[in-house]
């Protein structure tokens, strides 16, 4: 997947951008799935602006329901993201919170699920570091979220915290969060508005590369 994320990127970007692939697990409504964070330095706003017939091509090929393309802004650049969202005619910017913990993601990820049980947990990305470290990251769609302090109580006892960061997401994807046809329907228009084939398109759905 992340190799065929960073061709398709170059295929749409014209360069092969630098990267920061990382794996970890997505919880969300209560369940887990396998999940990735790819990180590009966009300077120029070529992979924001072109990349999302890549993504919709990864979201293609591996049946992905949903697949997010996001710029992040530091917490004192509000007004910065803000400009940018509306001048791409994007949703406002969401609050981002990561958190750095000192743990593997194993244990991390287990002592939430002993916490969660029937309670309400909000969602979260869970994501191995190359230090041996784990980021938890939070998208924060509601102010005084205390579901979030509760799920941080939890897990600073197994692993401390080192380091918590804010920020702010602009964001588009490609897909459908709820319904696998309608995603793959999503990801095909995608593809086309951004000059991908019948071919190419028929090649990806096979899970091959154009």
């Known amino acids: ?16 951008p630098r990267v920061r692939h990382r ?45 997010f393309l996001g710029r992040e802004f530091p917490a004192e650049e509000e007004e910065e993201a803000r400009r940018f969202a509306a001048s791409a005619r994007l949703g406002p910017p969401v609050p981002v919170m990561a958190v750095k913990l000192d743990g593997p993601p194993e244990e991390i990820l287990g002592s939430i699920r002993r916490y969660a049980g029937f309670r309400d947990i909000p969602g979260m990305t ?3 570091s190359d230090d041996g470290t784990t980021q938890v990251r939070f998208m924060i769609f509601e102010d005084g979220d205390r579901r979030i302090l509760s799920v941080l109580n939890v897990v600073s006892r197994v692993a401390p915290i080192r380091e918590v960061s804010l920020g702010w997401s602009v964001s588009r994807s490609t897909g459908d969060g709820e319904d696998l046809a309608a995603a793959i329907s999503n990801h095909r228009d995608n593809l086309r508005e951004h000059g991908y084939n019948k071919r190419e398109i028929a090649l990806l759905e096979e899970g091959g590369k154009p």
């Open 23 to 67: 794996r970890g697990v997505g919880v969300y409504q209560g369940s887990t799935e396998a999940t990735s964070l790819s990180q590009y330095p966009d300077p120029d706003g070529k992979v924001f602006e072109k990349g999302l017939g890549a993504i919709a091509a990864v979201g293609l090929a591996f049946r992905q329901k949903e697949v």
């Open 1 to 16: 997947l992340q190799e065929m994320l960073d061709e398709q990127l170059e295929r749409n970007t014209g360069k092969r």
């Open 126 to 128: 869970i994501l191995r």
